[in-house]
C-alpha cells in the first residue's frame, strides 16, 4: 500500500523560507513523477512542481526562480524548497506520485492532478504580510 506523508508547513512572514518533504511507503515504480500541488478553499488543486524519477523539474510559472524541487530516488523522498515566500502561496500543499504510467515522459501531464493516483494528506504553509 502506497503512502505519502508530508511534513514541513508552516507559518512564515513575506520573504521567508519552508522546505516541505514528503516520504513515500511502498511506492515501489520505476519510470515515475511525483510532485507538488496546492489548494486554497473554493479554489481547484494547483500544481506546484513535478520531478520525475531521473531528477527532472517542472515548474508553474508563479514558483519559477523561487521554488525548487528535488527527489531523493533511493529513499523515494520528494522536497520543495521554497524562497521568497508570498501571501499569494499560502495554501494547503500536497504531495502527489503517479503510477509510471508514462515511463518515456513521466511527468509529460504533471500539472493535471488527474494525473496522480496517490496523494498524501496535505500540510498547511501560510505566508503573512
Known amino acids: 500500500q502506497v503512502q505519502l506523508v508530508e511534513s514541513g508547513g508552516d507559518s512564515v512572514q513575506t520573504g521567508g523560507s519552508l522546505t516541505l518533504s514528503c516520504a513515500a511507503s511502498g511506492y515501489t515504480y520505476s519510470a515515475y513523477c511525483m510532485g507538488w500541488f496546492r489548494q486554497v478553499p473554493g479554489k481547484e488543486r494547483e500544481g506546484v512542481a513535478a520531478v520525475a524519477y531521473d531528477g527532472t523539474p517542472n515548474y508553474a510559472d508563479s514558483v519559477k526562480g523561487r521554488f525548487i524541487i528535488s527527489l531523493d530516488n533511493v529513499k523515494k523522498t520528494l522536497s520543495l524548497q521554497m524562497n521568497n515566500l508570498k501571501p499569494g502561496d499560502t495554501a494547503l500543499y500536497y504531495c502527489?506520485?503517479?503510477?509510471?504510467?508514462?515511463?518515456?515522459?513521466?511527468?509529460?501531464?504533471?500539472?493535471?492532478?488527474?494525473?496522480?493516483?496517490?496523494w498524501g494528506q496535505g500540510t498547511q504553509v501560510t505566508v503573512s504580510s
Open positions: 502527489a506520485a503517479d503510477s509510471g504510467q508514462m515511463p518515456l515522459w513521466p511527468c509529460a501531464n504533471w500539472q493535471s492532478a488527474g494525473h496522480f493516483g496517490y
